[in-house]
C-alpha cells in the first residue's frame, strides 16, 4: 500500500501561482510513477499531469507551458508548480501514483493505482 498527502492548495487570484506538494509513504518502491489530477462537480476527474520514476513527464493541453510537475525522491515527494493560473483551473487536486508501467503504457491518463484525499484550489477572477 501507498498513502498520499495533498498540500498548498487554497484561494489565489487569477493570474497567480501556488505549488502543490505531495508527499508518499509505504510501499513506494512499487509505485515509482506519480501524477496529479482534477476533479470539479461539472466535470470528471481529469488528468493535469504525470511523472514517471526516472523523470519523464506528459502534461494536459490545458496547462502546458504554465504547470510543471517534479520529484524530490529523496524525500518521496512531488510537486506541482502552478503559474498563470486561471479560473477553470478552480478544481480539487488529487495526487496519484501507480506503477511506472502504468506511465510507459498511457495508462496513467484514465489514473493511477493510490489516490490522495485532494487539496481545492480556487481561482477567483
Known amino acids: 500500500q501507498v498513502q498520499l498527502m495533498e498540500s498548498g492548495g487554497g484561494l489565489v487570484q487569477a493570474g497567480g501561482s501556488l505549488r502543490l506538494s505531495c508527499e508518499a509513504s509505504?510501499?513506494?518502491?512499487?509505485?515509482?510513477?506519480r501524477g496529479w489530477y482534477r476533479q470539479t462537480p461539472e466535470k470528471q476527474r481529469e488528468l493535469v499531469a504525470a511523472?514517471?520514476?526516472?523523470?519523464?513527464?506528459n502534461y494536459a493541453d490545458s496547462v502546458k507551458g504554465r504547470f510543471t510537475i517534479s520529484r524530490d525522491n529523496t524525500k518521496n515527494m512531488v510537486y506541482l508548480q502552478m503559474n498563470s493560473l486561471k479560473p477553470e483551473d478552480t478544481a480539487v487536486y488529487y495526487c496519484?501514483?501507480?506503477?511506472?508501467?502504468?506511465?510507459?503504457?498511457?495508462?496513467?491518463?484514465?489514473?493511477?493505482?493510490?489516490w490522495g484525499k485532494g487539496t481545492l484550489v480556487t481561482v477567483s477572477s
Open positions: 496519484a501514483a501507480g506503477p511506472d508501467s502504468t506511465y510507459y503504457s498511457g495508462g496513467f491518463v484514465y489514473g493511477m493505482d493510490y
Open positions: 509505504g510501499n513506494i518502491a512499487s509505485a515509482n510513477a
Open positions: 511523472i514517471s520514476g526516472t523523470g519523464g513527464t
